[in-house]
């Protein structure tokens, strides 16, 4: 089992900044891909940012330029720094990781979600 808590979200205005933190702990495998998804209020669960296989990351359009992912491997925790923010960015915060030995054994799992809300 593994247990993700996020932590850093909050009430911010148009235009500020905010820091997620997401630490995880348990049974952690060597394959570790960690990301963070969102889901603003009546709509599905979104992909926002992750960590690939290879290290790289990938983001979803309505955050490049403005969010970074990155991760601290020693602490098992990833980061989301998120800048210029706007109403649209209202989300409940999740962070996301798919850890196993192997590619092809990859258990998925979800933090409790972390509440951003950003006003006009």
């Known amino acids: 089992q593994v247990q993700l808590v996020e932590s850093g979200g909050g009430l911010v205005q148009a235009g500020g900044s905010l820091r ?5 702990s348990g049974t952690i495998f060597s394959v570790n891909l960690m990301a963070w998804y969102r889901q603003a209020p009546g709509k599905q669960r979104d992909f926002v940012a992750r960590f690939t296989v290879g290290g790289n990351t990938n983001y979803a359009d309505s955050v490049k330029g403005r969010f970074t992912i990155s991760r601290d491997t020693a602490k098992n925790t990833v980061y989301l720094q998120m800048n210029n923010l706007s109403p649209e960015d209202t989300a409940v ?3 996301n990781t798919k850890t196993g030995p192997n590619l092809g054994t990859l258990r998925d799992y979800w933090g ?3 509440q951003v809300t950003v006003s006009s």
């Open 20 to 24: 997620l933190s997401c630490a995880a």
């Open 93 to 95: 915060y999740f962070c």
């Open 112 to 114: 409790q979600g972390t």
